[in-house]
Structure formats: structure tokens, C-alpha cells
């Protein structure tokens, strides 16, 4: 039993893995191939935290690229200190994905670090769960 959990945690894992990973390339190719921008910060995307009582806002942004306005959640906002409403902030977004903004100073290696500790821990507790067989 706890061998099949073990190996359902590593699957997830390494799709978790593959998720960040993905990630991270789309934001490298946006940081090469986009257009930095400045956005207005017009709302917030609520995420819940790890409590009860907590949150996180993303903020979502509206922006002007090639005589057209668009409006959507920055991709890589932590969401723990959030912008106020109104300020405007530096974003990088490819004229082929308009709706993805990515923060240009943020990155994505929190999310690919996390993903592969996650996958390390998941490897240690199937090698765990082999050795009780």
C-alpha cells in the first residue's frame, strides 16, 4: 500500500517537474523574443495562502500592444507583496502570447527549484517504501 502512494507521489512529481520546467522556458523565450511594457495594475487575482486566513494577489494588469488593450494576470507574481492599485509596473509580453505577461526582475526559479526538491523527496520516500518490501 504505502509503495503505491510513494509511486503516485513521484508520478505527480515529476509532472510537477515537467509543469515548472515548461514554465520556465516559456518565460526565458518571452524574456528573449517580447516587448517590455509598462502596465496598469487594474485588479487582483486572489490565490489562497497556506492558512485559513491567508492570501496571496497576483496583480492583473492592462496593457497597450500593437494599437490593441489587454488585460491579464502577471504569470510570475508572487503575490505576497502586491502592487497598489492604479502604480504601474514594468512587464515583458511576446506580441505571439499578449495575454501572458511575465515580471521581467521575478523569474521562474522558485518554481523549479521547489519542483525539483519535491521530486527529490518523493525519489527518497519510494527508495523508502521499496526497502520495507
Known amino acids: 500500500m504505502i509503495g503505491t502512494v510513494a509511486l503516485f507521489v513521484l508520478v505527480m512529481t515529476m ?12 518565460y ?5 523574443e517580447g516587448v517590455r511594457l509598462q502596465a496598469e495594475v487594474v485588479d487582483y487575482d486572489k490565490r489562497p495562502g497556506d492558512r485559513a486566513d491567508e492570501f496571496y494577489l497576483r496583480p492583473i494588469v492592462r496593457y497597450h500592444l500593437d ?3 489587454y488585460q491579464a494576470t502577471v504569470s510570475n507574481a508572487s503575490g505576497s507583496n502586491p502592487l497598489p492599485l ?18 521581467p526582475y521575478l523569474g521562474t526559479s522558485g518554481y523549479v527549484w521547489f519542483a525539483l526538491v519535491a521530486l527529490a523527496a518523493a525519489t527518497g520516500l519510494l527508495s523508502w517504501a521499496l526497502a520495507r518490501l
Open 67 to 69: 494599437d490593441r488593450t
Open 15 to 26: 509532472r510537477m517537474v515537467k509543469y515548472a520546467l515548461d514554465v520556465n522556458a516559456d
Open 86 to 103: 492604479g502604480s504601474f509596473t514594468t512587464i515583458v509580453v511576446s506580441p505571439k502570447t499578449p495575454y501572458d505577461p511575465y515580471d
Open 28 to 32: 526565458r523565450r518571452v524574456r528573449s
